[in-house]
Nanobody, 114 residues
Framework: QVQLVESGGGLVQAGGSLRLSCAAS????????MAWYRQAPGKQRESVAS???????NYADSVKGRFTISRDNAKNTVYLQMTSLKPEDTADYYC????????WGQGTQVTVSS
C-alpha cells in the first residue's frame, strides 16, 4: 500500500501563488510516476501535471508556464508550485502515485478569488 497526504491548499487572490505538497509513505520504492489532478465543482477530474521517477514532467495546456511539478525522492514528496493563479484554477487538488496500482490522496482545496 501507498499512503498519500496532501497539504498546502487554501484561499488566494487571483495572481497569487500556492505550493501544494504530497507526502508518500508505505511501499514507496514501487512508485514510478506521481501526478497532480484537480476536480472543480460539477466537472470531471482532470490531470494537471505529472513527473516520472526520472524527472520527466508533463503539464496540462491550461497550466503550462504557471505551474511547476517537482519531486524530492529523499523526502518522498512531490510538490506543485502554482503561480499566476486564476479563478478557474479553483478546485480540489489530488495527488496520485502510480506503482503496481494507482493510489490517491484525499485532496486539498484551492480557492482563487477574483
Amino acid at each position: 500500500q501507498v499512503q498519500l497526504v496532501e497539504s498546502g491548499g487554501g484561499l488566494v487572490q487571483a495572481g497569487g501563488s500556492l505550493r501544494l505538497s504530497c507526502a508518500a509513505s508505505g511501499i514507496i520504492f514501487s512508485i514510478n510516476t506521481m501526478a497532480w489532478y484537480r476536480q472543480a465543482p460539477g466537472k470531471q477530474r482532470e490531470s494537471v501535471a505529472s513527473i516520472t521517477g526520472r524527472g520527466t514532467t508533463n503539464y496540462a495546456d491550461s497550466v503550462k508556464g504557471r505551474f511547476t511539478i517537482s519531486r524530492d525522492n529523499a523526502k518522498n514528496t512531490v510538490y506543485l508550485q502554482m503561480t499566476s493563479l486564476k479563478p478557474e484554477d479553483t478546485a480540489d487538488y489530488y495527488c496520485k502515485a502510480t506503482a503496481y496500482l494507482d493510489f490517491w490522496g484525499q485532496g486539498t482545496q484551492v480557492t482563487v478569488s477574483s
